[in-house]
């Protein structure tokens, strides 16, 4: 049983909070509108663990700067198109380069200054809340930039295979089985490469897998249409588990987060590895900030509060290690749909915003002490 725990416990606290959350809301959550919501309202959520699993490759590394450096990638985006009346393609890529500079900037800093990482993204933390909010009240006077245009908007928000509320669309359950089946794919490919055989565990897994992408495509047929966000999110996410699995990089990131020394004996650049991993942290928070953007329709003082503390949760609640090594993106996102059902489940229930705070600094807790003391050989 303990070695089942060791391997499965962010799936069995997965399990176990969702079934508690469908008692206690009567089934509420199992509303196909809050189903959708869960992956509407909480897509931010999805892309910064991605990325901060893959930063957290490293040993200690972390980026508590992402939330307020999506506020400055929402209050440029309104600058540039609001303001400056620039087109979107030549926005978008100036935002991006404003990501990749902050990823630059900070890896140099903690890779090659060796500034400790708190310190480096505490100070991004600090500083894109003040540039972002001051470039906002320099360009409006009610808190918010608005003019985004038009074709931002569709880009980063809104549905695809749009269809009425009160009927089914097809193409929503039709998109969402394929990705499964991709998914499986893959999976299957990837034990192949390896050499390991497709047990009990990996088919149960699989069709569970099936069986939710089923439920999650049927949630957005009857409520208007897939959210681009969760094509977003699912594109990233397609992308670094095959950077990380099957790329000399991705191999090189692993062998840093196991062993730095013995990573460095190998020939591996350890500062340019851990630089990298910034980078692609700041990539993933401009991506958010552009989905932020685009779902408010405004640069907004308040975009992104709190969203590296999300971050943070959903990664601890899904196992992610902050003893860096071998991450596994697939716990990084069940701990941010894991999230994405707290915040949902204790709105539905009528809990206090204070009081959902403190429930939450419980789960964790509980979450990441259970998931230490399975896994405390590794440790000592």
């Not at 400056?84 to 630059?104: A, D, E, Y």
């Not at 299957?188 to 990996?202: A, D, H, M, P, T």
């Not at 495509?217 to 009857?222: E, H, I, N």
């Amino acid at each position: 049983m303990k070695k089942f725990l060791k391997l499965y416990s962010t799936e069995v606290v997965f399990a176990f909070v969702s079934l508690l959350f469908i008692i206690l809301t009567g089934t509420e959550i199992l509303r196909p509108m809050n189903i959708t919501a869960i992956f509407l309202q909480n897509s931010y959520i999805f892309i910064l663990a991605t990325g901060m699993a893959i930063c957290m490759t490293s040993k200690e590394n972390i980026d508590i700067s992402i939330g307020s450096f999506v506020c400055f990638i929402c209050a440029m985006g309104g600058v540039f198109m609001a303001v400056t009346k620039l087109s979107t393609p030549v926005s978008i890529i100036l935002l991006f380069i404003l990501g990749i500079l902050w990823g630059l900037l900070s890896g140099y800093l903690i890779a090659y200054l060796k500034i400790p990482a708190w310190v480096t993204t505490l100070s991004g933390y600090l500083a894109f809340r003040g540039l972002g909010v001051a470039l906002i009240n320099t360009f409006s006077s009610t808190g918010s930039i608005v003019g985004i245009n038009e074709s931002f908007l569709k880009l980063f928000s809104g549905k695809i295979f749009a269809s009425n509320i009160d009927s089914f669309g097809p193409g929503s359950l039709m998109f969402c089985l394929i990705l499964a089946i991709l998914g499986i794919l893959y999976k299957f490919y990837s034990l192949r490469k390896e050499g390991s055989r497709i047990n009990r565990s990996v088919m149960i897994g699989c069709i569970l897998a099936f069986i939710v992408m089923s439920l999650i495509g049927v949630s957005f047929g009857l409520t208007g249409g897939v959210p681009v966000s969760f094509v977003w999110m699912f594109i990233v996410v397609a992308i670094t588990a095959i950077w990380i699995e099957r790329s000399a990089e991705g191999r090189r990131l692993i062998m840093l987060g196991a062993n730095p020394e013995n990573a460095r004996i190998a020939g591996v650049n350890v500062r340019k590895a851990m630089l990298m991993t910034y980078v692609f942290m700041a990539v993933c928070a401009t991506l958010t900030g552009c989905i932020v953007l685009a779902r408010f329709h405004a640069s907004s003082s308040y975009a992104g509060v709190n969203f590296e503390m999300d971050t943070i949760a959903a990664c601890a609640v899904g196992g992610v290690s902050l003893y860096g090594g071998k991450q596994k993106i697939f716990k990084a996102i069940l701990g941010a749909a894991l999230i994405g059902i707290i915040n949902l489940g204790l709105s539905l229930i009528g809990v206090d915003m204070n009081w959902q705070w403190i429930i939450k600094g419980i789960i964790i807790v509980i979450s990441v002490s259970f998931d230490m003391y399975l896994k405390k050989d590794r440790y000592e």
